[in-house]
């Protein structure tokens, strides 16, 4: 529990917009900086070449790239 109000509290700390490059295209993505390392919402990173979905039976999430 500790460890989550000390994530809880970075993330409100770090959060920001910034513009996530993928095949040769810009889009808004909101970043979190925790200690040097850089998380990005997987929902984020959707668009026209990448696919994001979960599989419940599986219980695992999927990306994939799409045809161009």
């Known amino acids: 529990q500790d460890y989550k109000n000390y994530l809880s509290d970075q993330i409100k700390k770090a959060k920001d917009k910034f513009d996530l ?3 040769d295209e810009y889009k808004d993505a909101d ?3 925790v ?3 850089v998380y990005v919402r997987l929902r984020d990173m959707t668009g026209k070449y990448i696919a994001v979905d979960f ?4 219980n695992i999430i999927t990306l994939s790239t799409k045809a161009k």
Not at 55 to 58: A, P, S, Y
């Open 21 to 23: 490059y993928i095949n």
């Open 31 to 33: 970043m979190i900086n």
């Open 35 to 37: 200690d040097g390392f």
């Open 55 to 58: 599989d419940k039976q599986k």
